[in-house]
């Protein structure tokens, strides 16, 4: 235990440097322990965290790039402009994103090409979710729950801030711009964030893409009482985005407004750590325009609630216990009418705990019980064989989650976790019934489908503490029942081959294929693993060498034919560090060839991404600080493809670029 | 934009939000007016040589969720009574080995150097009497702030309480700054809300906080 002897010097040598005192007197410090990384060590704790530092050094476009560099996570990618993030090839409504705990009330999930209704220029925080505390926000957590948190609400007195922020970049000429002020005035909190962005038409090694530019403005303001028995704050924000899809003419115009009422009471008694709720209440909108016509229009308006209670730890259990209600409509004109008006319900109850069995190991096992309603109104449009009446279904889905910690060492833990989750069908995957251009099918639901149902089962072994550490995990999740959008053969009246049904005229192309919403056998396994070693770490100088890696297998358990869209994996290694006030890092990733495919779905080729990046602290003077910070990407302008892409085939990743920063704080 | 069956409920709910709203603001802007309260200076609060200093030491476990792997990499540091000298050192000073060894996180900024320290108080006083550890009063440990940890911000300081007889917190003074001054303020604010002693004589401590990111 080489590290062990700095430890047992250090407090030698504290001994000794006291014995000459005739008096010594005890006196240990309340420390405070804060963690940037997760764990698990309450139950609600993220798994793992990035901090506004992290984000600021890799401000990108999009959500789902924001998480891609973490072993296991890929990101959609339709276009510069519209990335989900998919966890260990799980996406759409399979991967809960949460916006300050409550529901995105987006229309994210519905199509690859919408984007997330939450800008990274306004996330000050985000936590990903596994095992029992995904608990608390999805009742469907094989790949996570992402949680963005924006601080629009503050929690606690908030020191007097004001930060001004700027980037430009040349693979998009990226534009951007933003400020932030926080501070306390008496009891109350306050926060107010705002940003401008614009971007061009997207560079890559195949030339400029047309279609790819867009143009976002957001803000938010809150404000909070915080006393020192808890805050209650309230907070309003807004998006305007403008952005192409890669589709000739066609641009999507987004609009959201969200109001946001959240409050903690702390030890409102005696069984009870802390009460605390939460209120998101959204208008969402989007308008996809061919040219100056507007062509179809999303809306979804709903709320979502929650109520969570932290229980007093009772013997060595420790929990939290609560309830979460929500309903949105959602609703599509025009063109793409391919969805039925829908009122969505869902209401639930979860429980997340940790139970220490012994001083190495513990218990962390969660559940949570949902209701779910989707009722769809009548409805008709061009081209539909049969005219849908009202019709509603219900579902009650039911997961639990069961994870042993067991620490081998000091510096050694295992974790081994099972989990049962069931997820209710969307209102697109049982009612769809229409032309739909972000996926180019003509797709169908199915109102007779059933929960989606799977087993998961993961086994981690991490190092913790230690100039070597790191994690490895594999993972295998066995769907009996998982909801795919399968290619069906035949054109959409499926009286024939798929040629042109009677009215799929969508702009003149009149050739979609059918694809039907299926219930499918499906397994995924895969692996993570994350090495960093520590080669120097002192306050001014620090140097690490890092490894990481996954990769991920899905198929169709009857015909053992490849789920379509999965990243197939990567590895690489990063080199970063701290000097002279520098902090820098060096990367490579190679992403493995996609060669597993669906039917229709074309290959991938490898490719490897190199990147680098730069920043720096200045002090300007006695309350003023800038950071400076210059991203180069894709370094040697390699062309490469991403397997998770709906449009792989018509848009290669950006092309070599270089981004630069500035960042005043006051 | 609102499709028909949906209008009423939601503008029932935006209407309750805007009433909401206008109501936090309004008492925002009041509370604004009654000004921001205050951190003491030091100087207020040195009072004669009646108060000795006391040092303070929290209740031997203080809550904090420490997973066993952390005990258990510095075992033999927990284990050693760590000796401190009658004179206030430096924070920067305080052996580190009654904590865990910091864990090095690349986004985590080092912990701002401690400002110039202050001269000792009462350092001129004949007698200082000795804080013997009690368990007698609430001192629960404040939580790290959200905006602390997401900037990666750490940092040590030392905080002098005066305690009156009742027991209640008199007033928080910062003695040694973190070198972030709303780390220093939320460490206060905590200890003169949350903390308090048993009755006794009017009593003054010196307690370090340590506020650490793993």
Redesign the interface.
Known sequence: MP??R???L??AT??VA??Q?P???????????????G????PAAPALQL????LE?QRVATLGEVLADIPGVATSYFGPNAGRPIIRGLDGDRLKIAQNGTGTLDASSASPDHAVGIDPLAI??VQVFRGPAALLYSSSILGGVVNVVD?RIP?????R?FVLSGRAGSADALRSAAFLA?G?????A?HLDGFTKTTENLSTPIGRIADTASESRGAGFG?S?VG?SGY???S?SGLNSTYGVTEPGIEIGLRQRR?D?AGQANAPAAALKSVSYKLG?S?Y?HTEFDGAAAGS?F?N?G?DARVDFELTKIGSLEGVVGIQSG?F?F?VTGDEAFLP?T?NANDAVFGSFIQSLA??SRLRFGFRLESAKVSA?AWTHEGLASNPAAASAAFTPASFALAWIK?L???W?TTLSLTRTERAPNFQELFADGPHVGTESYEVGDRTLGKEQGWGMELELAK??G?VSGSVSVYYNRFASFISLQENGFGPDLSGLPIPGPNFALGGADELARYDFTSIPADFFGAEARLNI?LQ?T?AA?L?LEFFGDTVRASNRDTSEALPRISPGRFGTAL?GLQSGWSWRIDATYHLAQNHLAVGETPTAGYTLVGAAFSRDFVLGSATTARFSLRLTNLFDVEARNAASFIKDALPLPGRGVEAGLKLSF | MSTDHSSTPHERVYAWSAALGTATLAVCVLGALAGPVQVPADDHHDHGPGAPVQYFTPPAQPPVKTKPTIAATVPTAVAVPVAVPLAIEPVSALPVTTMPALLPVAAVRAPAAPRAAVPPVNAAAPAIERFAPSLAGEFPEPPYPRWARQQGIQGRLLVLVDVAASGAVQSVAVRESSGQAGLDQHAADWVRLHWSWAPGAPRRYLVPFVFELQ
Request: overall charge negative; aromatic content about 8%; hydrophobic content about 45%.
């Open positions: 590290s062990l700095p430890a047992f250090l407090a504290s001994l006291f014995a005192d008096a010594p007197q005890k006196m240990n410090p309340v420390v405070i322990k804060g963690a940037t990384i764990g698990v060590t309450a901090n506004a530092a992290a050094a000050r925080e601080n929690v606690e007195r908030l020191p801030a926080e306390c005035a008496g009891d109350f306050f404000v009482r020192p209650l704050g309230l309003f109001w009422l209440v208008d909108e229009t809306t308006q709320w309903r409509d609703a008006t009122r001083t190495d109104a620490d060492d000091a510096r833990a913790t503490r100039a520590q770490d306050a620090k690490a970063h």
